[in-house]
């Protein structure tokens, strides 16, 4: 019952290529993320969208941009993949329920810039 | 904004001691939460919870909102428990609408 699906496992890319990485949930999450895991630093967000073509910056947006076209679908841009970009980048999707929010996480896509 | 501490940052045990991992955060929050992180692999939420306690098999997760403290328990551990714990809380204060924040994770090796 895979529930927020990353598009690729392991993605290898050179300097200067625009990357796409893609996220689906099947949940009708409105809020869907990107984070990044690095050694040392854990995880940090990227950006978030609390809904269709609505982003906001988390706290490592240099660099990177998003695009929420359709409800279920989050996608993270590299405009120009750079080596300090190299890293385990990891989607999710949350619901709001009473108390908290659930949330609910990718596999990952772990991305290495040559 | 939050801040999320975790100890310990690395834990070796023999196969069927009880573990405890600590969490401990800044700002008063609604619910917290314990997922795991296999070598590799993704991350699997285990628990939200937002007062007391809560089990699920050997896994027990504690929390006290007042002194902005929760705790992951695995009892009777395992070698296939061995993984990363992380404990995540809303970046700020509420339900984690505009994210999580992490603690740095606990590498937890169970040894047969």
């Known amino acids: 019952d895979v529930k927020v699906t990353q598009s690729s496992r392991y993605l290898v890319k050179r300097t200067g290529e625009k990357v796409f990485l893609e996220c689906v949930q099947d949940?009708?999450?409105?809020?869907m993320f990107w984070y990044r895991q690095d050694p040392g630093l854990g995880l940090r967000l990227i950006y978030f969208?609390?809904?269709?073509?609505?982003?906001e910056k988390g706290d490592i947006p240099e660099g990177y941009s998003v695009s929420r076209e359709k409800k279920e679908r989050f996608s993270l841009i590299l405009e120009s993949a750079s080596t300090n970009q190299t890293s385990m980048y990891l989607c999710?999707?949350?619901?709001?329920?009473?108390?908290?929010?659930?949330?609910?996480f990718g596999q990952g896509t772990r991305l290495t810039v040559v | 904004k939050n801040e999320v501490e975790q100890s310990p940052q690395n834990l070796t045990a023999q196969e069927g001691e009880f573990i405890t991992i600590n969490c401990s955060y800044s700002?008063?929050?609604?619910?917290l939460h314990w997922l795991q992180q296999h070598p590799g692999g993704g991350i699997v939420s285990l628990f939200m919870?937002?007062?007391g306690k809560k089990k699920h098999g050997r896994l027990i997760a504690t929390i006290n909102i007042q002194e902005k403290h929760s705790s992951l328990h695995i009892t009777a551990s395992h070698p296939r428990d061995s993984a990363v714990y992380i404990c995540?809380?809303?970046?700020?204060?509420?339900?984690?609408?505009?994210?999580?924040?992490f603690g740095k994770g606990t590498h937890l090796i169970i040894q047969p």
């Open positions: 995540a809380a809303p970046m700020y204060s509420g339900g984690g609408a505009d994210g999580l924040t």
């Open positions: 969208s609390y809904d269709v073509k609505m982003k």
């Open positions: 700002v008063g929050i609604s619910a």
């Open positions: 919870l937002s007062s």
């Open positions: 999710a999707s949350s619901s709001l329920l009473q108390g908290g929010t659930e949330a609910f």
């Open positions: 949940m009708d999450h409105e809020n």
